[in-house]
DNA sequence: GGTGCCATGTAACGAGTTACATGATTGG
DNA sequence: CCAATCATGTAACTCGTTACATGGCACC
């Protein structure tokens, strides 16, 4: 249910919107702690709808499609809620480029190195995104909401995790190189 | 495939070993990047041996259960080796606590301050191991072989990243308990 | 006599990925 | 005219989790 509560939490601080809406949420903001696939949103919707987690109501549009908006009910407040305040463990890691590591020695080191810079710039373009959003979105960190507070921390953590990657791939690229 | 790979790579820089073998590498070293129960290594082993990626032989043993001893094949190192080759994107982070904090509003900040202190004391724990690991396993650094470079390589990355953790929920401790 | 380690599995289910599928409108 | 955006889905498959299952040996 990681999913359901992920959607159920964006219905939540935002307003109610289309599977359509909760995917493009989900790119550009929840992505960087929880990423989802248009498929999985559209399942899991109905699945929160069988539930009464989740109501719907279908908006009638003119020059576009019909969409079906949705909105938090009472129960999926309270499910959320309860989910909200168990404690919850660290997620495990599935690193695929930390197994290539492991036994990196079996290609050339050019070509793990080669990677490990991809790597590098990867991180480094999605850290400029995450920074330019924490610019423009809380400039006035002093007097931020409650649920502004949240919102930060949760990009907070995005930053903290690109640029962790950015000095690991540093230290990598070191350490290689130097023989 | 990315278990079965990560089963691969364990066989070539270690010894080759019984699935229950590889459940405890897995658990000791392997898991701060790929974690795995050990129903997954079972099945992922009977897979693999179907695609001849390993062979497997049975030792008798006495006074203690048989087992069945697994070996990476010349297949197997070549899919292994072409895996390793291609490049890969970072991982999907799915963080349960940041889905938590987006809502957090929606219960009291006590609750959210003691479970971030938890969180802060499990990731301390493990940062301990981790960096116990670095002493005992790699005491001289300048001269390690690149195989030992690899290994240690994704040791920082552990180490990183539980570092990382811990400066996060001290920020956020920090900022949620001063209003 | 109970706990924990060694050693291996099956079965059912839940979650995530990939591929396929449709169809209108807007802008270059 | 082609690509992108809006909008929603189904189907098949793989991967991960939870529960169930067995059985001997060593140690306290």
New interface residues.
């Given amino acids: 249910m990681?999913l359901g509560?992920?959607i159920?939490?964006?219905l939540?601080?935002e307003s109610p919107c289309s599977g359509y809406d909760l995917v493009k949420r989900f790119d550009e903001r929840?992505?960087?702690?929880?990423?989802a696939s248009h498929q999985q949103v559209y399942r899991e919707l109905r699945q929160l709808k069988e539930r009464d987690w989740v109501s719907c109501e279908t908006v009638i549009q003119t020059g576009r499609p019909n969409k079906q908006v949705y909105c938090i009910t009472a129960l999926g407040?309270a499910q959320?809620?309860e989910?909200?305040?168990a404690?919850?463990?660290?997620?495990?890691?599935?690193?695929?480029?930390?197994?290539?590591?492991?036994?990196?020695?079996?290609?050339s080191?050019q070509?793990i190195l080669d990677?490990l810079k991809?790597?590098y710039e990867?991180?480094q373009e999605?850290l400029i995104t995450l920074k330019d959003m924490e610019c423009k979105d809380f400039p006035d960190l002093p007097h931020l909401s409650?649920?502004k507070?949240?919102?930060?921390?949760?990009l907070?953590?995005g930053i903290?995790?690109e640029t962790?990657?950015i000095?690991?791939c540093e230290?990598?690229i070191q350490?290689?190189g130097t023989n």
Avoid: N
Wanted: proline share 1%.
């Fill in positions: 990681g509560f992920a159920l939490a964006s939540v601080v929840v992505s960087c702690f929880w990423a407040q959320l809620t989910w909200i305040e404690s919850s463990e660290p997620t495990a890691i599935r690193e695929e480029l930390m197994v290539k590591m492991l036994a990196g020695h079996l290609v080191e070509k990677e991809r790597r990867i991180h999605k409650l649920e507070k949240f919102l930060y921390l949760t907070r953590r903290r995790y962790d990657w000095a690991w230290e990598a350490l290689l």
